[in-house]
């Protein structure tokens, strides 16, 4: 079982991203080709979406020219910190503005805010939420190699330049404490905590980050990766006058498709005239048993162009922060980050960001506590929260539908892992339960997995369905 976690499967054929003025994106429901955005702190934002918190949007890049130039000069002399994948991931959400108001790397009394109130004070009173730890961890003898230096220079796995760190301050990393207050459990096998914290160090480094240049992944889906600003501009583009977010980790199914089409009909219910889908899959660390995200961008594209989402009201972008695993804690960071991006409605479902408990036969966090936490976060009450009804698979109609309790023999739950099953065993799954071009790609990455680890699949999916 080792080796299956140790590899990454190959992607699948590289969505094309045409950046030139006249392409078409690859597929239907991807905005248009990203193009430079106009900073928002030089500019108004619009009335019709809702305001980043603290006001305006951090864009912590340096631009382009002396300033740039200037930086990476000024690097060549500063010790050196080299980021990890999580780290990375970290810096691009802080470097667009996701984590706004937040500029680098937390300070200490932001860290203590964040794991003991889930929210930031800010100088004028007000409360932003910020719920999980942005830290970045050294050890013993890095801390010890940056000694009364006030500036550090961080650099990715090819010791090529990223940011600089300024002002900065070193701090103890508790991380018992941290994971506990994070997960509200320390047991051993939190996917998380067994990527970005057991082996960091002992030592936390927060301070101002100015990012050399954006964030690049050079996967064939950095176009998707839109900023925040990008997202606005779009949805200003788009005479949005609303924007619904839906946060997804897993490839879209016809029940996932059933609740953001009745969220938009409710909206328009309420007297919006264009409310606009923000479909948000997440980019960043997931754990190995989920889809990559070149898989599960690619099944997207199968949703949009068998038509169970209008790409004419649906935006994907992909959202680069890891995942925790955390739930009710974890859930107001996926929302907070959504309204710097301009969303002003979010879908809620059951058990957001949860997981199974990673020792005993029983969920994590409780279902439901998820969109009940929303509901009262600090530093959200800006945020409409859409707490969408359950879905499942009615028998009798063959397609996804919202559960009638008086009938409760006629509908089938299927959940992500008895999915998995299904599309590991190339079992077709019920009519109606997925688009036929999205399922082919999942099946095709299961299929991949087999040839690369020469793994046999299950055949007891059938007896955990009825299970």
């Known amino acids: 079982m080792a080796t299956f976690v140790a590899k990454t499967p190959p992607f699948p054929r590289p969505l094309k991203c ?8 690859p597929f239907p429901l991807l905005v248009a080709p990203r193009r430079a955005a106009t900073p928002l702190r030089s500019r108004r934002i619009a009335c019709s979406l809702i305001e980043p918190d603290g006001g305006r949007l951090m864009d912590l890049v340096v631009p382009a020219g002396p300033a740039r130039d200037g930086r990476r000069r000024q690097a060549a002399a500063l010790p050196k910190l ?24 937390m300070r200490e009394t932001e860290f203590l805010q964040t794991l003991h109130f889930n929210s930031l004070r800010l100088p004028d009173g007000s409360l932003v939420n910020m719920s999980v730890p942005i830290v970045l961890a050294i050890d013993d003898v890095q801390k010890n190699a940056i000694g009364n230096q006030r500036k550090v220079a961080l650099v990715d796995a090819n010791n090529k330049l990223v940011a600089i760190l300024s002002d900065i301050e070193i701090y ?61 501009e779009e949805f200003l583009r788009r005479n949005a006058d609303a924007v619904f977010a839906f946060q997804l980790r897993n490839p879209v199914h016809n029940g996932h498709a059933l609740l953001m089409t009745d969220t938009r009909r409710r909206l328009l219910e309420m007297g919006y005239k264009n409310p606009i889908l923000l479909l948000h899959p997440l980019g960043g660390f997931t754990k190995a048993d989920d889809v990559p995200l070149s ?19 649906t935006v994907v972008a992909i959202f680069p922060s890891p995942m925790h695993y955390a739930g009710p804690t974890e859930v107001q960071w996926h929302a907070k980050s959504r309204v710097n991006a301009g969303a002003n409605f979010y879908i809620v479902g059951r058990d957001p960001a949860g997981m199974k408990h990673p020792k005993e036969d029983r969920d994590l966090y409780d279902p439901d506590h998820g969109k009940k936490v929303l509901s009262m976060a600090p530093g959200l009450e800006k945020l409409n929260i859409l707490p969408f009804k359950v879905a499942a698979y009615d028998i009798k109609k063959q397609k996804m539908d919202f559960f009638d309790p008086s009938r409760p023999k006629d509908f089938l739950f299927i959940s992500g892992t008895k999915m998995r099953f299904l599309a590991q065993n190339r079992e077709d799954p019920p009519d109606g339960f997925m688009c036929p071009g999205g399922w082919k790609v999942l099946v095709e990455y299961y299929e991949t997995r087999w040839k690369l680890y020469q793994i046999e699949p299950s055949n007891t999916f059938l007896e955990q369905l009825i299970l």
């Open 18 to 25: 045409d950046l030139s003025p006249r392409a078409r994106p």
């Open 82 to 105: 080299n980021l990890s994948r999580v780290d990375l991931e970290w810096v691009h959400v802080l470097s667009e503005g996701w984590a706004s108001p937040l500029r680098g790397f």
């Open 172 to 232: 103890k990393h508790n991380k018992e404490e941290r994971i506990a207050r994070t997960w509200g459990t320390t047991a051993e096998g939190l996917p998380y905590v067994k990527e970005a914290i057991e082996d960091a160090g002992n030592w936390l480094i927060g301070g101002d980050l100015e990012v050399i240049e954006p964030i690049k992944y050079n996967d064939g889906l950095d176009c998707y990766r839109l900023s925040p600003s990008q997202l606005r």
């Open 295 to 313: 898989w599960r961008m690619k099944q997207h594209e199968k949703v949009l162009e068998e038509g169970v989402l209008d790409p004419e009201t």
